[in-house]
């Protein structure tokens, strides 16, 4: 499509001085202001990529993917117990159904904990041990202390709830439940003490806050619930295939169960994550867009400067596609080895984000993360390779697409006129 002639005379514009008639300087400040404008969308783009798999995989490693209720029995005075007398045979009926890979038992209750002088509310769930070795995010946790092996005669707590109550793997928790022994004087509350045989962090702050663990036969005992579960945790293959994955689990479930999925409980959470994407991606957009439009004013000025050369130009014959071809080469140059430098930058930024966020740190005297705002423990970053196309993309576009305007400019310079006074 470019000759090869074309090419040599939009390099020497591109190189000449300004003594020379040339725009050195204005290449070089289009050059880095697309590059840094593409460096700050591959950043941002990873960053958010990085955020919401983080974010995603605290939830699907720590949390069911789909929580099978049932309605229970009815009680005489019409209520509902809520509860799953043959939580057993329906957890071994859900296991079997395809694309399940884990189905447990679960009872649900919340309680106060009291520690040290130090209280803390937490949501208890008892569980049995081989399915809480289960759960991704506890069995592999970013920080550990204790044994899940020893899960059995004690609680597992999480990270910044044990630190709250000022303790750790070894030490004693007294719990303490409004729903306690039912006596002819009404309910007491229940309070017992349990040794901390197990602390986890999985990394999602409003998890490691609350969390605790008990076995399953203690936490019917404890919570009133003798011989039935509150719900049946599943997960599943694919954590984004629930709705695939609903029908089939209602069958094996029974008429009186009904399904709550990670989606509908995180909902709003996602929901904010996407409206974020795409409000980013439209500002850094502008932003890409007003670092090319430097090069339109480049190109201008080098249009203006070599009036003569393409008026000496067009008199031996030379096209307006030709000169046409000649300024769009040289605007698609800048935006292509602009574009190309922004990738780089941007790339390196996300595969070293970590010590780069740490010098960051560093310099502000720490503090600059705080989990309990942004509920994961780190700053993460994850390299799509969709991000870095659609940069590309919207890079080259907007440079291609601003270059064209001077470009026919030039071709359309009356040679007569360009040489009257010289």
């Known amino acids: 499509m470019f000759q090869r002639f074309e090419w040599m005379i939009a390099w020497r514009y591109l190189r000449a001085r300004r003594s020379e ?50 309605y229970g029995e009815t009680l005489p005075d ?11 045979a329906m957890t071994e009926r859900l296991a079997a159904v395809e694309n399940v890979t884990h189905a447990a038992p679960v009872v649900v209750g919340q309680v106060m904990a009291t520690a040290n002088g130090r209280n803390a509310g937490l949501e208890v769930i008892g569980i049995r041990p081989e399915d809480l070795a289960a759960i991704p ?19 597992a707590l999480g990270w910044h709830a044990a630190r709250d109550l000022g303790v750790g793997a070894g030490d004693t928790v007294r719990l303490i439940s409004p729903d306690g022994v039912r006596t002819a004087f009404g309910t007491s509350p229940r309070i ?18 609350i969390r605790a663990y008990m076995p399953l036969a203690e936490a019917q005992s404890y919570f009133n619930r003798p011989e039935v579960a509150d719900a049946i945790h599943v997960t599943i293959a694919d954590p984004e295939a629930t709705d695939a994955a609903a029908g089939p689990l209602m069958q094996a479930a029974g008429p009186d169960a009904y399904l709550w999925t990670w989606q ?29 439009l430097n090069i339109t004013s480049g190109l201008v000025m080098l249009v203006k400067n070599k009036g003569r050369d393409i008026g000496i130009l067009r008199t031996m014959g030379l096209s307006e ?33 970590d010590p780069i966020f740490s010098f960051v740190n560093y310099v502000a005297g720490g503090g600059v993360w705080d989990p309990s705002i942004r ?17 590309v993309a919207l890079s080259l576009a907007l440079s291609f697409a601003v270059t064209i305007f001077p470009a026919r400019r030039a071709a359309r310079m009356n040679p007569v006129e360009a040489l009257r006074y010289e």
């Open 21 to 70: 008639g040339g725009i050195s300087v204005m290449t070089w400040i289009s050059l880095l202001g697309i590059a840094l404008a593409v460096f700050a969308l591959i950043a941002t783009l990873a960053v958010r990529s990085g955020f919401r798999y983080e974010f995603v995989d605290t939830i699907v490693g720590a949390n069911p993917h789909l929580t099978v209720y049932s």
């Open 137 to 155: 995010r506890i069995a592999t946790p970013e920080n550990a202390e204790g044994s899940l092996d020893a899960f059995e005669g004690g609680i």
């Open 321 to 353: 596609g030709t000169i046409l071809r000649v300024f769009f080469l040289c605007g698609a140059s800048i935006g292509v080895v602009g574009t190309a430098i922004g990738v780089v930058l941007g790339c390196l930024f996300a595969i070293y984000i």
């Open 264 to 292: 509908q409980s995180a909902g709003g959470f996602l929901r904010a994550l996407e409206m974020e994407d795409n409000i980013m991606f439209v500002i850094l957009s502008i932003l890409v867009l007003i670092a090319t």
């Open 375 to 391: 509920y994961i423990s780190a700053l993460p970053a994850r390299l799509e390779v969709g991000d870095v196309v659609s940069a």
């Open 78 to 88: 019409g209520r509902q117990t809520g509860t799953i007398a043959d939580y057993a």
């Open 192 to 209: 017992k003490a349990y040794p901390v045989t197990y602390v986890f962090q999985v990394g999602r702050y409003d998890i490691d806050k």
